[in-house]
């Protein structure tokens, strides 16, 4: 079932609601490979997210030590619609945490952009919402996370802890969603299926959110018990979506042009959000713009571009954080940009123990080049 009307998937406008457009209009030909790849077809279209357009469909997921400015401003280079932080304590921002304030920082380049906050009571929330849109570089939206599994976050009342009390996790939202009305900025919420798969909260925790003034919700099709082991259940993604009237993006298994296809016609959603997916294959993200625009499969890049794609990276982080900390950010990128060009555990460890930058791009660069030699 296609949520965004229930219709069948054949145009969409900028606040996610159909059009009509000529059946047939994928793309240029009528091959096997396009007409499986149906189900991206809009993606490469703007949707409404409050008062905020945003380019395109594809949302690349907040990912803690990982979706720091240089990563976000790399991903933006590869046509990411909409970024987010890294998950940000909001009893870290009140408490002035210097760490914690640097996570909400980013450039122009990265707009649109998500500042995303966890907390476990509907002040704290209301208090780091204020203080982040004070700020001088004011976010595009303000996202509450009511999905995290972690232990450390669920034991202090916040993230998936949320989904066990109903009340509470909506009057966190209604206090966001207050705050940031001053500012027109809007607020979404990032939830778990459920505690447990089948529980159902979800669907009863969403429509709630939106009465409440949410703008969007992201929805990982997992329960917060099954941390990221299984497969996603976007079946339940429909249901969730069935029950909303604003954006739903979805996000559990995105690790291809094929699969996002099938989870984009099992779920219905208005956007697909790529997380694990995109690390080491950031192309993952043009590929299905590419896909959307009717043109099948984009041509694949070469071992010694995916290198240079790293190095670029590192380029950035380098500008970013300094030397020190770049080299050390930089080593679980090592192994997904590597290992899957078959370069070995041994290489790729040995590579994560070189300690300064200027040897590490060296070394980089010879990797890179043994590629290279025909």
Known sequence: MWREG???PEAYEAD?????VTRGGFGSGDTKEVEALQALRGLDRPFVVGSLTVPNR??????AGVTCSAFRRHLKSHGVGLLYTEMVSAQGILHGNRRTCEYVEFTEAERPLAVQLFAAEPDAVAR????VLERASRPDIIDINMGCPARKVVKTGAGAALMGDIPRAVAMAAAAVRTAAAAGVPVTVKLRTGLVPGD?????????????GVAAVALHARAASEFYKGRADHGE???VGGRLSIPLVVSGDIDSVEQAAIVRAQSGCTAVMVARGMLGNPWLVGDLLWA???RGRRP?????????DLLRLFAGARSHMGDARAVRWIRSHLGWYLRRWGVSAARVQGLRLVAEANRLQAELEAVRTGFMVP
């Open 6 to 8: 229930r219709k069948e």
């Open 16 to 20: 996610g609601r159909m059009e009509h």
């Open 58 to 63: 594809v949302v690349a997921a907040p990912m």
């Open 128 to 131: 780091a919402t204020a203080w």
């Open 200 to 212: 159902g909260v979800a669907r009863d925790l969403a429509p709630r959110l939106e009465a409440v």
């Open 237 to 239: 993604s429909a249901a």
């Open 292 to 294: 959307a625009e009717g």
């Open 300 to 308: 694949a890049v070469t071992a010694a571009e995916a290198v240079n």
